[in-house]
């Protein structure tokens, strides 16, 4: 009995390594539930450490370095494209399409010193996760309270400026895999011009190559990060807010339909010398789905 048992516990590991070489989708949840656990792997080991300093946008290097590792274990590889549109002193409003939480690993390429996300509420409730965002400095809105959401604006709008802070929003104001972006919430644009501060658009080329989480697809790839050049907001008023808004998420949008096809052309391009076909790690008939689903 034991004897089998033995072998039962040995046969376990290949089997499921078996399943993960054999199965997209088993790879995926593997590779879903890896992220996940590093983050609360991380956020465990280095609260301690943050909490040591203090709630301060300092353990925001300790979160970001953290994170830069994900990168390797998923065979993504990152291009920053503009990254010298950072090199600003004084503070600004970073804002950014939002596809999935892989965005942290995009985001943590390129975020500058003394910046923190703006995040929603319910994270702070995530368990060590949240402890750690919180000692980061973190800054949370309750999006079901509109009211509340603004005066935490406002007021960092005023801690931008005396703190010398870089603020990093999602304006689509949630996760969207879709093609195009979603219209833009107004909170990120008040934010620069009540502090009057440029705006930075960061654009990520879509994931459809190697992630998606409808179908359940997660191999390796490259991905794109574009700094487009920064939006000056001085001399503005609230009454600009909305056409600044347009203008921004129309540079964007161009910026995001340009890297769709170039970065799709890059990576067809690379598979061919490597004589793979374009349905790598993707369930037999739906390479045309994915690809058409642009
Ligand atoms: C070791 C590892 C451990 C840790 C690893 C984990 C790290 C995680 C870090 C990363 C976290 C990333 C998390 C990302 C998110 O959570 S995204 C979700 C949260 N973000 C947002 O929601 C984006 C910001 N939202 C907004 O800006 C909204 O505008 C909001 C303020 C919330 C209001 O939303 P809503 O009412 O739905 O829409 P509108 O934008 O259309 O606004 C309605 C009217 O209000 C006016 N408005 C908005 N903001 C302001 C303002 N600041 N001051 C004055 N007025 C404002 C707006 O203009 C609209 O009025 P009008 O129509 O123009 O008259
Ligand atoms: C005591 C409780 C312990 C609970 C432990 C839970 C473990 C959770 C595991 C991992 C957490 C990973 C958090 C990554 C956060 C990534 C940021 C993100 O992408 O947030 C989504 C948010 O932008 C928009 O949300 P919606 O698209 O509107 O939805």
Request: glycine share 6%; charged share 20%; with cysteine.
């Amino acid at each position: 009995m034991d004897v089998l048992l033995l072998h039962g516990l040995l046969l376990l590991p290949l089997a499921a390594l078996l399943l993960y070489r054999c199965s997209p989708h088993f790879q995926y949840l593997c590779k879903v539930a890896f992220f996940n656990c590093w983050i609360v792997a991380m956020a465990t080991l280095l609260s301690p450490f943050a909490a040591f300093r203090g709630r301060s946008v300092d353990n925001m290097k300790l979160l970001r370095a953290a994170l830069l590792p994900l990168k390797r274990f998923y065979g993504i590889r990152m291009r920053v494209r503009g990254a010298e549109q950072l090199q600003l002193q004084g503070p600004f409003v970073i804002v950014c399409n939002h596809q999935a939480s892989l965005d942290l690993m995009g985001m943590v390429e390129v975020i500058p010193e003394r910046c923190v996300p703006i995040a929603k509420r319910e994270l702070l409730y995530l368990g060590t996760v949240g402890w750690a965002c919180w000692l980061s400095g973190i800054i949370f809105i309750d999006r079901h309270r509109r009211d509340t959401a603004i005066e935490v604006i406002s007021h960092t709008a005023s801690t931008m400026r005396h703190e010398n802070l870089r603020v990093w929003v999602f304006p689509e104001g949630t996760r969207n895999p879709g093609k195009s972006m979603l219209p833009f919430k107004r909170g990120a644009f008040h934010l620069a011009v009540q502090a009057q501060v440029p705006i930075v658009p960061i654009v990520i080329s879509p994931y459809w190559d190697f992630f998606s989480s409808k179908e359940k697809r997660f191999t390796s790839g490259t991905c794109t990060i574009r700094v487009l050049p920064r939006v000056e907001t001085r001399g503005l008023s609230p009454k600009d807010v909305p056409e600044l808004t347009e203008s921004v998420r129309q540079a964007m949008a161009e910026a995001l339909a340009e890297m769709s096809m170039s970065d799709h052309e890059d990576q067809a391009t690379e598979q061919s010398l490597l004589g793979l076909g374009d349905n790598r790690g993707r369930p037999q008939g739906q390479g045309d789905t994915a690809r058409n689903g642009k």
